[in-house]
């Protein structure tokens, strides 16, 4: 006779990991910790799960998709890794602070506190800004 699922230390409720889980699996409890179900990767395990679904011994809780961050979150990390890096590279050092990052920063803080209610993407940092570079290509000939 064949180890029941619970027989094997996993709890009675399972997650599923995608919209897919025939493919991507469940995350579940082993012995009260989690524990990924995947086809591939614990193939009798996941026989074993499927079966104690079939049987309604393990519920299947559906997969919800996380929620991105709204733009002021997203702004909000960005702006104190903007501070940090500012600081980083001028503050400590009582360097003026140049024109792109006060452009930057203050953009970003307008997203943070909500006056800037237009923009649908964050700005681009001077970070990007400044490793962006446009190359240009030479020809040379050999000598005959």
Same mark, same amino acid.
């Given at each position: 006779?064949? %180890?029941?699922?619970?027989?094997?230390?996993?709890?009675?409720? #399972?997650?599923?990991?995608?919209?897919?889980?025939? &493919?991507?699996?469940?995350?579940?409890?082993? +012995?009260?910790?989690?524990? +990924?179900?995947?086809? @591939?990767?614990?193939?009798?395990? /996941?026989? =074993?799960? &499927?079966?104690?679904?079939?049987?309604?011994? #393990?519920? %299947?809780? !559906? /997969? &919800?998709?996380? @929620?991105?961050?709204?733009?002021?979150?997203?702004?909000?990390?960005?702006?104190?890794? !903007?501070? $940090?890096?500012? *600081?980083?590279? *001028?503050?400590?050092?009582?360097? =003026?602070?140049?024109?792109?990052?006060?452009? /930057?920063?203050?953009?970003?803080?307008?997203? #943070?506190?909500?006056?800037?209610? $237009?923009?649908? #993407?964050?700005?681009?940092?001077?970070?990007?800004? !400044?490793?962006?570079?446009?190359? $240009? !290509?030479?020809?040379?000939?050999?000598?005959?």
């Amino acid at each position: 006779m064949a %180890v029941s699922f619970a027989q094997m230390g996993f709890g009675t409720s #399972v997650t599923a990991s995608s919209n897919s889980p025939d &493919v991507d699996g469940y995350v579940g409890t082993f +012995n009260g910790l989690p524990f +990924n179900i995947h086809p @591939t990767a614990t193939p009798d395990i /996941y026989t =074993a799960l &499927v079966a104690a679904i079939a049987a309604k011994t #393990v519920t %299947v809780n !559906a /997969y &919800v998709a996380p @929620t991105p961050p709204s733009l002021a979150e997203q702004a909000s990390s960005a702006l104190a890794a !903007a501070r $940090t890096e500012v *600081y980083n590279s *001028y503050g400590i050092l009582n360097e =003026a602070t140049p024109d792109a990052w006060v452009t /930057y920063l203050k953009a970003l803080m307008a997203i #943070v506190n909500g006056t800037d209610t $237009t923009s649908k #993407v964050l700005p681009t940092s001077p970070l990007v800004s !400044a490793t962006t570079s446009t190359t $240009t !290509a030479t020809t040379t000939s050999a000598a005959s």
